[in-house]
């Protein structure tokens, strides 16, 4: 399929992602360590997505996720504090495994994030579904 002229397009492709973490930090004055188990939650509708569906329909593909859908995820942090009591924030580096399907179609990312005291955060991912990512947002913690 790749090699045809459709395969050769680009598609449009938009993802929401929410996650649900319950996990735990060892945190000195300078290092973060931890680890986390959830849910994470995505939503998609855009031309990939109804592509992988067609194509999964001829069973050249499987679309184990759909448009939306819901799997269980590991996460694994390590950083760093900036300032008394992270008063310049934290970086940390974190990977993240989605166990979704069978183990050969788990998916998995490395971040590298810088958070702020006051919850925004910035940074940039590599995962195995695209090359690189950047992102931000903002941390509500309650």
Do not use: C
């Not at 399929?1 to 996650?19: A, P, V």
């Not at 919850?119 to 947002?137: D, K, P, R």
């Amino acid at each position: 399929w790749l090699e045809t002229e459709e395969g050769r397009e680009q598609h449009s492709f938009w993802n929401i992602q929410e996650r649900i973490l319950v996990g735990a930090d060892v945190s000195t004055s300078s290092v973060i360590i931890g680890m986390g188990a959830g849910l994470q939650f995505f939503q998609g509708a855009s031309d990939h997505d109804d592509i992988r569906s067609a194509l999964d329909d001829v069973e050249w593909v499987d679309d184990i996720d759909g448009k939306n859908d819901f799997g269980f995820m590991t996460a694994w942090w390590f950083g760093f504090n900036f300032g008394q009591n992270a008063s310049n924030g934290n970086i940390v580096l974190e990977y993240d495994i989605l166990h979704k399907g069978g183990m050969d179609d788990w998916t998995s990312s490395l971040k590298l994030t810088y958070a702020h005291p006051t919850g925004f955060f910035v940074g940039g991912a590599n995962n195995s579904l695209m090359e690189w990512t950047v992102y931000a947002g903002k941390n509500f913690v309650f």
